[in-house]
């Protein structure tokens, strides 16, 4: 399951990379002649009803997809991960407000939470004209809204990493491996860097194969509700959401996007498990 | 027991003060409403007029206090799109359909969850155990929205066999279909938790004494085992009411049923910010008071947690 999972995704990753050199036409390109097209040779899955190919538009979806999913992954470790550390290492007052800062956040749905934050910043970034964060404004521009998204998501997850590897961390900082580099001389940046996180390594990997599907759920379901990228550049929650309104007379708008984006779930979760078991190895079966 | 209700219900009110300013913050922080159309705006006068009805003109802490006071008594505000009525009547119209939808989705969770569960633990290892936790995989990994579209396509479209959607009350057909979608995920859920918490408790002394008396297979699992199994069950589904809750978003879109999931959805697209602050309250409640109610049934369920 986990090598068909692989293999899947592999395939996915390529579409998504190669979009503007692999895919039929542009994802905006409109065929007016053939709108609710059937499958054909020059349209494999057909076309949507402004005439777009489908199979264009499905890999260019893979694109924001996967862009979404790794990028607030990797921003959301590279906060979590050392900030968790930190807490869990340190203790104290630090620890303390972070926890509470982490129970009052869970008491807000977090779909929800996301749904408000996105909102903030959909509107907020495009008025951004001057100042030391006019970047923010180009790149969310350039990447036609996924910079927003990114942003939403991650000032949200964070939190979950920083939990895990605080939990992992405050199990590992009276462990003797520890106390014996300390008393020999090792700096607490040195005991984190090169005692702790190898350590915390393992776990925080099985995490991040749970953090990109769960981005890319969030993602869509955001672009479902008219929230996430700006269209036309497509996402597989912008399609399911356009064929919604015709999936009685066009069932395969609809079905085609939503077959893709349970598929990439489900491999992602395949991999996911398979990498469990194979750091994992105290793990009973 | 008396005294840990009001304990826990007084934790309640910073958490409540909290997400309120949190949400009051990000709603107000965001600039802009559905007055803002670039295509046809509207004259400034007519926008100023709106800004002092709606009180946006004045101090920031003004309108925290006047929004809180009003909430604490009932009013939610006006809708910015919907004039002529109060967010807390839009609630109260839409509201009760996502509870009667919530309700037979968490039904559907429990008659497939706990027999799924159950048969996973029983058959450990055996090919019913991996095609449960198959299912299980499936339902954890897949959003509610893209089930919905796959059973609106393939049950509704393709074999005719049901309604594409609309609502008609909990004994309608067209509940199945947004029910089957929104409770997948907790029935997955209740079904993986179940295997753990039964497996743990079959290994217990007692469950081998039931069976060295004699008593039946059959008999030693639904009676003894399952009914200590179930107990750590009532915790995960406090967790699983949140599931379902914003799981209605996106299902009664698809489904168009007349939620209040479905309302937000329209609320976010066109704008009406009161709307969504009434909503996060509105859920933060329900998810509070869900984790106090699943603490006291601990209590109810299991004689030895006692709650001093």
Known sequence: ???????????????????????????????????????????????????????????????????????????????????????????????????????????????????????????????????????????????????????????????????????????????????????????DRHIMGAHLLPNVAAPIIVMATLLIPNFIIAEAGLSFIGLGVQPPMPSWGTMIAEGIDSIESYPRLVIAPALVLAATLLSLNFVGDGLRDALDPVMER | MGAYLVRRLLLAIPTMATVYTVAFLLVHATPGGPWDNAEKPLAPQVIENLRVKYHLNEPLWAQYILYLRDAVHGSLGPSYVNTARDVSEIIADFFPVSIQLGLVAMAFAVVLGIPLGTLAAVYRNTPVDYLSMGIVVTGISIPNYVVATILVTVLAVVLHWLPTGGWGGVLDVRVIIPAVAIGLRPATTLARYLRASLLEVLGQDYIRTARAKGLARRAVILRHALRNALIPIATVSGILVADVVTGSFFVETVTRVPGIGRYFVTATTGRDYPVLLALALLFSVVIITMNIVVDLSYAVLDPQVRYG
């Open chain 1, 1 to 187: 399951m986990a090598v068909a999972g692989a293999l899947f995704l592999a395939a996915v990753v390529l579409a998504a990379a190669g979009a503007p050199a692999l895919s039929p036409y542009r994802y905006d390109r409109q065929d007016l002649l053939v709108t609710y097209g059937a499958p054909t040779r020059s349209h494999l899955i057909g076309t949507d009803g402004l005439g777009r190919d489908v199979l264009s538009r499905l890999m260019y979806g893979a694109r924001v997809s996967m862009s979404v999913g790794l990028t607030a992954t990797l921003l959301v470790l590279a906060v979590g991960v050392p900030v968790g550390l930190a807490a869990g290492y340190f203790g104290g007052t630090f620890d303390l407000l972070l926890m509470r800062f982490v129970d009052i956040v869970y008491a807000i749905p977090y779909l929800l939470l996301v749904v408000l934050l996105q909102t903030f910043f959909t509107a907020v970034l495009p008025t951004i004209r001057h100042g030391p964060l006019v970047w923010l404004h180009a790149l969310n521009h350039g990447t036609n809204g996924i910079a927003a998204i990114v942003m939403a998501l991650s000032l949200v997850g964070w939190l979950d990493v920083a939990r895990v590897v605080r939990g992992q961390a405050l199990a590992l900082r009276h462990r003797e491996f520890v106390q014996a580099a300390r008393s020999l001389g090792a700096v």
